[in-house]
């Protein structure tokens, strides 16, 4: 598989502080690349690195296979990002805002370009409106649009959802789906909110203090245990007692209301929603609740 980027051993010192510790990850052509981690895990310092605004006190880092020092200009047209919180002009429009933005990169932005990217973000029917009418999360999506104005490869979010409410949540996470499947561009998303990113990415590395906990598929590291998994049935006494009397290995760890909460092997998911059902327990939601969050506080050993 083609490796976008590349990084090996990378070291960040500032005086007496080690942001980044020997960090390595891989990330390859569709990924979306969960870049998980506490506050102050050394996550923005390496985007820093990765987009050349700083260099690395030792370490190499390879981005469309080519050396970042070596190779700059011609690696960064092909990236767009956005670092923390995007800054607009409030008093002009979404429009005039990504012709000016796009200009002072270096482009000479179309009108079909812009409102193309205005209506991939969504933003089409606003584009002649103030910037400083818009909500955070249209902000973050016209920062997005304006990351995707010169069509770049690969995309690197910087906590993208910082501060938006449920909503502003989910419109930025199907915008990152609809990035990568319809428009098969690479996408290197940095955050706290391991949740969000559980449900988007398809690769992870978790690091704590600048070094790396875990890399690997979110799907195989999820599941390397047993999930828990809340059951919504019609009679949760009875459930509970089929379930003790069976020959699955699932254990009920509490019952409240209509809702049982078991502790369960991936293996044993459907079979289990099958026996229910033979035996009279109708079915209504069958959740795994065993999240990037559990694990997460697991490996770092930040769990209460």
């Not at 500032?14 to 990850?25: E, R, W």
């Not at 098969?184 to 988007?200: D, M, P």
């Not at 327990?281 to 609740?289: G, L, N």
Request: proline share 3%; glycine share 6%.
């Amino acid at each position: 598989m083609e490796k976008i980027i590349e990084i090996q051993n990378l070291v960040k010192q500032f005086k007496n502080l080690t942001a980044v510790n020997g960090l390595n990850l891989n990330v390859y052509k569709g990924d979306v690349f969960g870049f998980l981690g506490p506050n102050g895990a050394g996550k923005s310092t390496t985007i820093r690195m990765l987009l050349s605004l700083i260099m690395p006190t030792k370490g190499d880092i390879k981005l469309f296979g080519l050396d970042i020092k070596q190779n700059r200009n011609e690696v960064l047209r092909k990236i767009g990002a956005i670092v923390e919180k995007p800054d607009f002009y409030g008093y002009l429009s979404a429009y005039n805002n990504l012709e000016i933005l796009g200009k002072l990169t270096g482009m000479q932005p179309t009108k079909t370009q812009i409102m193309d990217m205005l209506a991939l973000t969504g933003l089409e029917k606003r584009y002649n409106s103030k910037v400083k009418t818009f909500s955070h999360g249209m902000k973050q999506r016209l920062g997005i649009a304006q990351a995707l104005l010169h069509n770049p490869e690969l995309i690197i979010l910087d906590e993208p959802t910082t501060g938006l409410d449920p909503q502003g949540m989910k419109e930025i996470r199907d915008l990152i789906t609809h990035l990568s499947k319809d428009k098969k561009i690479t996408i290197f998303l940095s955050s706290h909110i391991l949740y969000e990113v559980e449900l988007v990415a398809n690769r992870m590395i978790i690091i704590n203090k600048g070094s790396t906990v875990v890399e690997g598929m979110v799907e195989d590291l999820l599941n390397s245990s047993h999930l828990q998994v809340t059951i919504e049935v019609n009679d949760a006494d009875k459930a509970k007692s089929v379930l003790e009397n069976s020959s699955f290995k699932a254990v009920v760890e509490s019952v409240a209301f209509n809702r049982l909460v078991l502790s369960v092997s991936k293996e044993e998911l459907a079979p289990l929603n099958k026996y229910l059902n033979d035996n009279g327990i109708a079915v209504s939601s069958f959740v795994p609740t065993r999240s990037l969050e559990e694990y997460f506080l697991k490996l770092t050993d930040k769990a209460a």
